[in-house]
């Protein structure tokens, strides 16, 4: 039986001048599984989430179980649940990842690395109360990884998960109806990897429905394979798919045929599954790292679409070299980059989430005042390290209220999958309004 306990803890707060005077407070919760980055890696989508007033966060605790939080927003006061559910949190792939719909329902999946689906939902609007596992629509369930949510604007769901494994899988994508509460498949494969290859992806949508997915192919399970930016959008719910252009795709979108945002060759330690958002004009941003030609040192990028074409600004300017060869997890130097953009005053505005040990593993933000100018300054968070940490945030209270709050946990992780001997450490929410 789900077990409910209700947590209270005085708020940390700071103030950062940067500028203009900005607020950073940070919300504690409980302690959670730390000994590798299982609780925040990048491909959560998503660690925590808002539905009205009501903010849920999931994480496994020291026992592998799944925990579930709720609060009021602005409230400091948690409801902390430990289901019955648990995961193999000794690899960092099987993270949990949950949505609320357009009716209050939580929807949760978890435990995944090429395993059979593990999904369930709330028994009741609002709940933490789960229901048993259950299928979504029984087809291609049964070697998933990498499940992702997103809410659409009418409320209804979509879900992501690769069939198959690394260098030879596909992406798959069911819609659920709030009308039928059932699951349906859109799509099977319509991004394909041939036999040959996978797609490794990031997605979103924006205020007008449109879906927005881009994607690096890989072409085997070593890391350096990775190469290429590509893109792909729909605007009725994944049924077909347009590039930037408006030219619509022949499905499946294959090698051959795919809108390349950006060129980037193998062996340029291009990282995969990062981050990619839209603004109010429905204009995708994609944020990553890889290695400029000539260079030993990776460097973060911003690839966009301004509206005519598509640009790419280099975002850091770093000094440390790190190879990404190799099969599994990785213990990266720097973490992979969550981006959010606002075109909402004057200026288009980005604001890159990200980890680098040059920055002593702290929790940091790059921030571009005007793309135009194309000029980023940055700034801590955090006068902590947080490990081996990787950004999640809320994707719904960004939407409606341009205010992060980052899902915060000090995390190890050893290369290849192995861990680190690091006792449970404070989960936390912290909130950061720009100036």
Request: charged share 20%.
């Amino acid at each position: 039986m789900n077990r409910i306990i209700t947590l209270s803890f005085m708020v940390l707060a700071s103030v950062c001048l940067f500028n203009a005077w900005t607020e950073t407070r940070i919300v504690p919760i409980t302690k959670g599984w730390a000994r590798n980055s299982v609780n925040a890696v990048i491909f959560r989508r998503n660690s925590v989430v808002t539905h009205g007033d009501s903010q849920y966060v999931a994480f496994y605790n020291a026992d592998a179980n799944v925990v579930l939080a709720r609060r009021r927003l602005g409230i400091e006061t948690w409801d902390v649940c430990k289901t019955r559910y648990k995961g193999n949190v000794l690899d960092a792939h099987n993270s949990i990842s949950i949505m609320v719909d357009g009716d209050g329902f939580l929807h949760m999946s978890w435990d995944h690395h090429g395993h059979p689906l593990r999904y369930c939902r709330s028994k009741t609007p609002g709940s933490l109360e789960l229901t048993e596992k259950m299928p979504m629509t029984d087809k291609n369930e049964g070697k998933v990884s990498y499940p992702e949510f997103y809410r659409l604007p009418n409320g209804n769901l979509l879900f992501l998960y690769r069939d198959g494994e690394s260098g030879s899988g596909n992406l798959m994508m069911n819609h659920y109806d709030l009308k039928t509460k059932k699951w349906s498949q859109i799509q099977d494969a319509f991004i394909h990897g041939e036999g040959k290859r996978n797609a490794y992806w990031q997605m979103c949508t924006d205020p007008y429905g449109t879906i927005h997915i881009s994607w690096v192919w890989r072409e085997s399970s070593d890391v350096t394979t990775n190469h290429d930016m590509c893109y792909a959008r729909s605007t009725d719910n994944g049924k077909t798919w347009q590039k930037s252009s408006g030219e619509n795709y022949h499905l499946p979108i294959t090698a051959a045929n795919a809108e390349y945002a950006c060129n980037i060759p193998q062996g340029s330690e291009l990282i995969n599954t990062t981050s990619m958002c839209a603004d109010a004009k429905g204009n995708p941003y994609i944020a990553t790292y890889w290695r400029p030609k000539g260079t030993k040192v990776p460097q973060y990028y911003l690839i966009y679409h301004d509206g005519r074409q598509w640009q790419t600004l280099q975002i850091s300017n770093r000094s440390t070299p790190f190879s990404l060869s190799g099969s599994g997890t990785k213990r990266i130097p720097i973490s992979r980059p969550q981006i959010v953009a606002d075109c909402s005053g004057q200026t288009d505005k980005a604001y890159m989430i990200f980890r680098d040990i040059e920055r002593g593993d702290r929790v940091s933000l790059a921030i571009c005042n005007d793309l135009g100018k194309k000029r980023w300054r940055f700034m801590d968070l955090t006068s902590f390290s947080v490990g081996m940490w990787e950004p999640t945030y809320d994707t719904e209270i960004w939407k409606r209220s341009k205010i992060l709050h980052i899902y915060l946990q000090k995390v190890g992780q050893g290369d290849a999958e192995q861990t680190r001997d690091i006792p449970p450490q404070d989960v936390s929410i912290l909130e950061w309004k720009p100036e």
